[in-house]
């Protein structure tokens, strides 16, 4: 018999929350920790988006702000971290979908570009969980606006992500400002190298929770294609994106120019698509991202920052259309498709030169990832060296058709709407604020 929330000892008001929001069970992530944190220890979690982390720090977080504060004083009583903007208001918002029947609970997201009177309005009152990225936490605790002395959870989300976007001494300030009693979670996809010695400062003797990935992207379908230049993979992306089992679908660029480009390109070849980096306003991002919940975008096209902490179950597949930089992205990047219990597809381009890149990625992930090649437009340069136990797939050799969920169809060509007949972009400036205002609000939604 399957363990259920109520097994971990969650209280009413959490439980009839999580029975509104659909959960049914908890997540190997929520089983190990919310016991362990309820029983106030400090925790390690090495656990990959989409596991349900999420809700596995805020729940003990939440059950512990069920009981009144015993300290005076207007400061929050637990805080989070995380590294982008994004995703703070992600975890916010499920703290309000969990904490819905506690109707006392008032929470903020601090993060940058936005503005700061609403957020130093919501701090001039009793607060009980502050959402924030580190940049702009430290321009309120500076302000002095933040009075630590109250605190009784700090959580770490995607520790390891904050401290490669060099986030480290901004983190060890706000610590330092915490009380020293209070409980540490830390969330992290990896303990190697700086962030495993911040965890050993940061943590009393932890317990230490590790989530295999296999278990979590058992329901990613990954796949591997090889083309010879831009070219050749613009033709590859305008096959696969024909597929009528795209529901939405994330394609991942290395740079913020290209992320406009592809969306251009795509937009003006009738996909509702949109792009989505860090160099939009916040409000531009925001938009976005409501779009893309709404089904206003069918495809958005992503820089790796910026798309930390998209949570839309929708999305069928991620293309990586550019490699990671970081071997540790791709898994990141791949989490975007395949939440919340679905199948998703997950199909990385890579020019028969990149075969180191492909390589450091498959040896983070400790597997190869599965190469395919379409019928047709399979690469024609060589690469350097194959090592032995490649497996090659053709879909036209096995004659396979991936009957899974969030596949493409192989050797048929289907157009859907009229994906694929060009037309003129009455947008086409590469602006991104036009393109936030004008296209995607009023693109038609495929
Ligand atoms: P996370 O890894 O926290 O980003 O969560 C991934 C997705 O799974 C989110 O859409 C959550 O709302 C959803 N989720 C988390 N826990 C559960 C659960 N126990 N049952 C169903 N969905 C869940």
Known sequence: MPLSFSD??????????????GYEKPTPVQLESIPAALDNHDLMVSAQTGSGKTAAFLLPTLQKLIKRSEKPGKGPRALVLTPTRELAQQVEKNAQIYGKNMPWLRSVTLVGGTSFGQQIRALSRPIDLIVATPGRLMDHMRQGRIDFSRLEVL??????????????????????ATPAERQTLLFSATWDGMVGKL???????PQKIDIAREEEQGKIDEQLLYCDDIRHKNRLLDYLLRDTSIDQAVIFTATKAMSEQLADRLYENGFSANCLHGDMPQGWRNRTLMDLRKGRI???????VAARGIDVPSITHVINYDLPKQAEDYVHRIGRTGRAGRTGLAITFAEVNEYVKVHKIERYLNRKLSEQTIEGMEPTRKRAAKPAGK???????NGQNHSRNGNWNNG????????????????????????NTARSASSPSK
């Open 391 to 397: 497996s090659r797939r053709s879909f036209s050799n």
């Open 155 to 176: 959580i770490l989300d995607e520790a390891d992500r904050m401290l490669d976007m060099g986030f480290i001494d901004d983190i060890e300030t706000i610590v330092a």
């Open 298 to 304: 069918k495809i958005l096209v992503a820089t790796d």
């Open 412 to 435: 048929q060509r289907r157009s859907n709407g009229n994906h694929g007949q060009k037309r003129s972009n009455p947008h086409s400036q590469s602006n991104h604020s036009r393109r």
């Open 8 to 21: 971990l000892h969650l209280q009413k008001p959490l439980l009839t929350a999580l029975t509104a929001a």
């Open 199 to 205: 965890a050993q400062k940061l943590t009393n003797q």
